[in-house]
């Protein structure tokens, strides 16, 4: 059975949030229920998870394969002795990873995002009024500002709602990418203490090991000792009549 976690507290609920962000924007919308059924939890059979999400088992394993791609999931297979020996998958989903792939996609966008807007800032575009086809100043002086399409006019763009519209768009992304940060430096905390408590246990298995080492080699002493200490009985001739 894979082990449950529920999702109560408001730390859980964000993070819950931003992996249903980083699915939808792999596999589909229709495909962040997967991140209930997945999150906290771990070896989760692939048939439940189509029950649940009301799949065909092909329809769920394309958007598992689709996650797996991007490192986002990984499996485990068994094989079924009740149905025909067939192969089961059974599937983790790894949140630190899916946080990663967020942080990156959203320094891509911000990344896009800046661009346009010093664009937008720096240069001037004209644009037909009957169309909407838009160009940059040097191929609208190369078209002598006519529309290639209509032979209109081209009107010079105002650029003021562009440009509050694509800061507004970085702001936006500069906010979720602290909270992404956030989430990401608790995961990496969590994991870390969790290796730190998997690396102590180590140490004392390791230790108690050699601790039943010595004493059962010291007990083998003693036994050897003692048997090197018991007289030898005298061995008897016999005579020849």
Same mark, same amino acid.
């Given at each position: @059975?894979?082990?449950?976690?529920?999702?109560?507290?408001?730390?859980?609920?964000?993070?819950?949030?931003?992996?249903?962000?980083?699915?939808?924007? $792999?596999?589909?919308?229709?495909?962040?229920? %997967?991140?209930?059924?997945?999150?906290?939890?771990?070896?989760?059979?692939?048939?439940?998870?189509?029950?649940? %999400?009301? %799949?065909?088992? !092909?329809?769920? *394993?394309?958007?598992?394969?689709?996650?797996?791609?991007?490192?986002?999931?990984?499996? $485990?297979?068994?094989?079924?002795?009740?149905?025909?020996?067939?192969?089961?998958?059974?599937?983790? %989903?790894?949140?630190?990873?899916? $946080?990663?792939?967020?942080?990156?996609?959203?320094?891509?966008? @911000?990344?896009?995002?800046?661009?346009?807007?010093? &664009?937008?800032?720096?240069?001037?575009?004209?644009?037909?009024?009957?169309?909407?086809?838009? @160009?940059?100043?040097?191929?609208?002086?190369? !078209? !002598?500002?006519?529309?290639?399409?209509?032979?209109?006019?081209?009107?010079?763009?105002?650029?003021?709602?562009?440009?509050?519209?694509? &800061?507004?768009?970085? =702001?936006?992304?500069?906010h979720q990418l602290v909270?992404?940060? @956030?989430?990401?430096?608790?995961?990496?905390?969590?994991?870390?203490?969790?290796?730190?408590? =998997?690396? #102590?246990?180590?140490? *004392?298995? #390791?230790?108690?090991?050699?601790?039943? #080492?010595? #004493?059962?080699? =010291?007990?083998?002493?003693?036994?050897?000792?003692?048997?090197?200490?018991?007289?030898?009985?005298?061995?008897?001739?016999?005579? *020849?009549a």
């Amino acid at each position: @059975m894979p082990s449950r976690k529920r999702v109560s507290s408001p730390a859980d609920k964000e993070l819950v949030i931003l992996l249903k962000d980083v699915v939808a924007s $792999i596999a589909s919308v229709a495909a962040v229920g %997967l991140v209930d059924l997945l999150y906290g939890k771990k070896n989760v059979n692939e048939f439940l998870i189509a029950k649940k %999400l009301n %799949l065909n088992i !092909n329809q769920t *394993r394309n958007i598992l394969y689709k996650l797996v791609d991007e490192g986002l999931v990984s499996f $485990i297979r068994k094989k079924d002795s009740k149905n025909g020996g067939w192969y089961t998958y059974y599937w983790t %989903l790894d949140s630190s990873k899916s $946080i990663a792939n967020l942080r990156n996609t959203l320094l891509k966008d @911000m990344q896009h995002l800046e661009q346009k807007l010093g &664009e937008r800032k720096h240069q001037r575009f004209y644009y037909c009024p009957n169309c909407d086809l838009e @160009m940059d100043e040097e191929n609208a002086l190369l !078209n !002598n500002f006519t529309c290639t399409e209509c032979g209109e006019v081209l009107t010079l763009r105002d650029n003021t709602l562009l440009v509050q519209q694509f &800061e507004g768009q970085i =702001a936006k992304r500069k906010h979720q990418l602290v909270g992404v940060d @956030m989430q990401l430096g608790a995961l990496n905390a969590k994991h870390s203490a969790l290796r730190q408590r =998997a690396l #102590k246990a180590d140490v *004392r298995r #390791k230790k108690e090991q050699r601790a039943l #080492k010595r #004493k059962a080699t =010291a007990a083998a002493k003693k036994v050897s000792l003692k048997s090197s200490r018991r007289p030898k009985k005298a061995s008897r001739s016999r005579t *020849r009549a």
